[in-house]
């Protein structure tokens, strides 16, 4: 009976790592789509921990993060036309 926990355990955590691999490649992408590999340095996700703090303290990917986010409660005047008015459709950045 044992054997056969062990045995399922391994199945669902190979199924979970599978799993966020698959949404880490997808936020990558969208990341990239979104603001352009000339705005923001490279970096893969077998890069070390220390080379993710890095690229994460990096000016150029904070300038594109606060370029494209905002607090609603701010009173900074919004970047991001989908918080502006989020009873408004979606724009299409296309």
Known sequence: ???LKEDIMTLLLEKLWGM???????????IFEIF???QL???DFQSSPA???SWKSNQRVKDAYRKHTC??????????PKC??????I???N
């Open 41 to 43: 340095p490279r970096i």
């Open 84 to 89: 502006q008015n989020p009873k408004s459709q």
């Open 20 to 30: 966020r691999g698959g949404i880490a490649s997808r936020v990558k992408s969208a």
């Open 51 to 53: 080379e993710i703090n």
């Open 1 to 3: 009976m044992l054997y």
């Open 71 to 80: 607090r609603p409660n701010s009173k900074s005047k919004c970047q991001n």
């Open 36 to 38: 352009g590999e000339s």
């Open 91 to 93: 724009p299409n950045y």
